[in-house]
DNA sequence: GCTCGACTTCAAGCGTCCTTGAAGTAGCAG
DNA sequence: CTGCTACTTCAAGGACGCTTGAAGTCGAGC
């Protein structure tokens, strides 16, 4: 074991994070984490910190920015892991992101499936091109796939 | 109708392909989307451009780089619709990514189910803390949630 | 043939998320 | 106490995907 205390080293929670320590101190720089300081200015940190690392990277996966992050988890306890109570709105709005997330994969894969037998990509013939469900997912106005175009006049492909 | 030819200036495109003009040039550098040019030098887009646009946009969103996207594209035809046989690997390529992407977020999404009611986020209590599908979903070593760590030696959390 | 908006190029800038490098210090093993 | 690695700060750089601005040209309508 590399040293005492039960606080961590900037290598140790870059270690166990699986981040890179440069990556770290930006964090701490941004406010996603704390530290304190050893007499001779080392950052040491609380393994609480592993929590709040955890929680920025599943964040990040969710689709949230690192100053979201910094938000939410400002919300939370710095040192103790948040109850039901905290936790469950975060929670449940991440789902929510989530489940988006999943209906939009979802689509996308089903207009694919369509698509692998059809020699697909040609206008007017494929779900990847005609709106029909795109439109009723995305708001109004005509749209194909991931963004709006008329559903071609009338010429050839 | 602004000009006669059934070739779209960058304007057009743009405007049917819901991409700005700078993008849209910014793609043609990369050799996303190519143009011809008229005597006096601007572009003139056919419009199987949008077909490669919509293309680009669909494997953004399954996650692609422009670059990786090229790649793809470099192995379609360039003016025609692709054939059953031309796109049937990329759309099975692109299923299984997406496939991915989804496994992955129900994954999380279960995980933070089960924190709901758990005043989570808690260490060695909490499944987005430990391991097991996880582990299994990202290969070697013990992981848990987005990142590596050990399953917390001694201390409390 | 003029006008005016849409186009052109080129260079620089931007937001996000970090990494890299230089120059120097801390802290633990021996 | 030496020595070596891991640490420190600060500034710059870098990848990705574009956008913005300046300065100038094209081209369709009147």
């Known amino acids: 074991m590399p040293h005492a205390a039960d606080r961590l080293t900037i290598g140790e929670l870059a270690g166990r994070s699986g981040l890179a320590t440069s990556a770290l101190r930006y964090y701490e720089e941004l406010g996603l984490i704390t530290s304190e300081r050893t007499a001779g200015g080392q950052r040491r940190y609380h393994r609480s910190m592993l929590r709040r690392l955890a929680f920025v990277r599943a964040a990040q996966r969710v689709g949230l920015s690192l100053e979201e992050a910094r938000h939410t988890l400002a919300r939370l306890p710095t040192e103790r892991a948040p109850n039901a109570t905290q936790w469950a709105p975060v929670a449940r709005a991440w789902q929510q992101r989530i489940d988006e997330q999943i209906a939009e994969l979802e689509l996308l894969r089903r207009k694919l499936s369509g698509c692998v037998g059809c020699g697909c ?26 963004g709006d175009t008329p559903p071609e006049p009338p010429g050839r492909d």
């Open 121 to 146: 990509l040609s206008l007017k013939k494929c779900a990847l091109y005609n709106p029909d469900d795109t439109a009723a997912t995305h708001g109004p106005g005509a749209r194909w796939l991931l």
